[in-house]
């Protein structure tokens, strides 16, 4: 009767920490969080957006599906890099297909780290590896260019399931090689974003996030000639399905009349594997290996 107290205090520990071991739903879907995947373990991403209007005529005709890989080399160190296909016109039409996109390549480094706050520096290098001649394809594509990026990333933790993230960025954008057409430099522009996420459970996130970016020209693109200033209001919803295998879904939502000449709603859709390197994934169906009972101790007289 003695030990009985001590013993559901371990179940109920246990229960509340072991899921939260596992894959982590605390990321936002577009603003970056300061904890980074775990020493010894890799991240598999895939995600689709595309760009939508309420008159399906004027939906960008342009879908991209990223593939991705996160690793964490250190402790509070991460490095990630994207694979971008686009598919070019409308799926089912005759002119629809698929180009190679650019690689993005980042590094994440989080510097300050604390129960209730945390300060990240993520740098990234985007290879020109997508097409360039696509005049109506908005620089946060892959427009074929030779791209940078500096973030700092600051991130509240009101308490182990409210968050807040503030993001900080400064984007260079490189020149479209147009073919017979001139060149056209992209400009740069910065960017801020803000999300805060909550976890309902151990196994589903739900947030806000709001994106802002101001390119320091009216003319962004050949095409997109006035389109300088871009908000965005992202709802998100992640849920973990199993151990290591997290679903998301939201669809963004233009705020700016810059922007939503452009596109009015964005669709996004992705998942996340993370496993430890060192063991390998484990299938869904795979059950961690149940340990015997310890024998029972013989009540003391």
Known sequence: MIARPSILALVAAVSLLAPAAWAKPYRAMVTRTAETTRSGNMELGLRYQGFFALDSDKSLPYHQVSPSIRWGILDNLEANVYFEVLGLGMPGQNDFEIAFGDIPLGLQWTFLETRPFALAAYARVTFPTGPSDQDAIPPSLSDGTWDYEGTLVGELRVSKDLR??????????????????????????????????????????????????????????????????????????????????????????????????????????????????????????????????????????
């Open 164 to 301: 807040f993230m503030l993001n900080a960025s400064y984007l260079h954008q490189g020149t479209r090689d147009r073919g017979a057409l001139p060149d056209f430099d992209v400009p740069d522009a910065v960017q801020l974003g803000l999300a805060g996420t909550y976890n309902l459970d151990n196994f589903t996130l739900v947030g806000l996030e709001i994106i802002g970016r101001r390119y320091f020209e009216p003319a962004i693109t050949p095409v997109w000639t006035n389109n300088a200033n871009q908000v965005e209001i992202i709802p998100v919803v992640r849920h973990e399905v199993s151990p290591g295998l997290v679903l998301e879904a939201v669809a963004g939502i233009a705020v700016t009349p810059d922007l939503s000449s452009i596109y009015q709603f964005r669709v996004l859709l992705g998942g996340t594997y993370e496993f430890d390197l060192a063991s390998g994934p484990r299938l869904p169906e795979d059950k961690p290996e149940k340990s015997k009972p310890a024998p029972k101790k013989k009540p003391k007289r």
